[in-house]
C-alpha cells in the first residue's frame, strides 16, 4: 500500500471511477468519481477490497473532505434488472463522471468494459490497485453500498444484510430458499437454488 499511482497523465484533471455490488443478489449497484489533488497521499489508501471494514470507514471521510470532486451514483434493482447488471454499472460510473465539478478531462476506469462517454477513457484491469483515483472511487462505492444495506437490513432481517449487504453467501442464499425473494433482490441474478423459486413476492 502507499505506492499507487497519483496521476496517469500528468497536468490533465483525471477522475478515477468504480462500482460496488456487481456480484450482489439484492441491492443496488453503485458507483463513484473521484478527482483527488495531484499531490494527495495515504498509506492505507488501496482498493477497498484488499482494506479492513474499519480502514474504509476511516479514509472515507478523509476522501469527501480532500478530493477536488467526487459523486457517488445508485443504480436500483429496476435498471439492474432492466438493463442487466454490466450495463447498470457501466451507466452509473458515466453519470458519476458526468456530474462532477469541475468536470474531469481524463477518466480511468476500473476493469476492461466501459461504454463511449463524453469524456474520453481508459480501462485498467485492477486499476483501483494502481492509480490512487480508482482506489479512493472503490472505497466511496463501497462505503456508501453498505451503508444502504445496513439500513435495509433491519426491515428485512432474515436475509441478514447487515453482515453480508447482499452478498450471494450461503446464509443469504438459505434464507432466500427458505423466506423467498423481496422487491430489493435482484430477479435477473441465477443461481441454481435460485431457479426453484417463484419470482413473485
Given at each position: 500500500?502507499?505506492?499507487?499511482?497519483?496521476?496517469?497523465?500528468?497536468?490533465?484533471?483525471?477522475?478515477?471511477?468504480?462500482?460496488?455490488?456487481?456480484?450482489?443478489?439484492?441491492?443496488?449497484?453503485?458507483?463513484?468519481?473521484?478527482?483527488l489533488p495531484p499531490d494527495f497521499k495515504h498509506p492505507d489508501l488501496n482498493d477497498s477490497k484488499q482494506l479492513s471494514e474499519a480502514?474504509?470507514?476511516?479514509?472515507?471521510?478523509?476522501?469527501?473532505?480532500e478530493a477536488l470532486a467526487w459523486k457517488v451514483v445508485f443504480a436500483e434493482v429496476e435498471q439492474i434488472d432492466q438493463i442487466n447488471?454490466l450495463n447498470a454499472s457501466i451507466w452509473a460510473m458515466q453519470q458519476a463522471a458526468i456530474q462532477l465539478k469541475p468536470r474531469p478531462?481524463?477518466?480511468?476506469?476500473?476493469?476492461?468494459?466501459?461504454?463511449?462517454?463524453?469524456?474520453?477513457?481508459?480501462?485498467?484491469?485492477?486499476?483501483?490497485?494502481?492509480?490512487?483515483?480508482?482506489?479512493?472511487?472503490?472505497?466511496?462505492?463501497?462505503?456508501?453500498?453498505?451503508?444502504?444495506?445496513?439500513?435495509?437490513?433491519?426491515?428485512?432481517?432474515?436475509?441478514?444484510?447487515?453482515?453480508?449487504?447482499?452478498?450471494?453467501?450461503?446464509?443469504?442464499?438459505?434464507?432466500?430458499?427458505?423466506?423467498?425473494?423481496?422487491?430489493?433482490?435482484?430477479?435477473?441474478?441465477?443461481?441454481?437454488?435460485?431457479?426453484?423459486?417463484?419470482?413473485?413476492?
Open positions: 500500500m502507499g505506492k499507487l499511482k497519483s496521476y496517469y497523465r500528468e497536468g490533465v484533471l483525471e477522475a478515477g471511477c468504480d462500482e460496488a455490488g456487481r456480484g450482489c443478489m439484492a441491492g443496488p449497484v453503485v458507483a463513484a468519481s473521484v478527482i480502514k474504509r470507514a476511516k479514509l472515507r471521510p478523509l476522501i469527501e473532505k447488471i478531462e481524463f477518466l480511468l476506469i476500473d476493469g476492461n468494459r466501459f461504454h463511449t462517454c463524453e469524456i474520453p477513457h481508459e480501462c485498467f484491469v485492477k486499476g483501483d490497485g494502481r492509480f490512487q483515483s480508482i482506489a479512493a472511487a472503490s472505497i466511496l462505492a463501497k462505503t456508501h453500498r453498505d451503508e444502504y444495506m445496513e439500513q435495509l437490513s433491519p426491515q428485512f432481517e432474515v436475509y441478514n444484510w447487515k453482515k453480508n449487504k447482499g452478498y450471494p453467501t450461503r446464509e443469504h442464499r438459505d434464507a432466500i430458499l427458505k423466506y423467498g425473494l423481496c422487491e430489493h433482490h435482484r430477479k435477473t441474478f441465477r443461481l441454481k437454488e435460485m431457479d426453484q423459486l417463484s419470482l413473485d413476492f
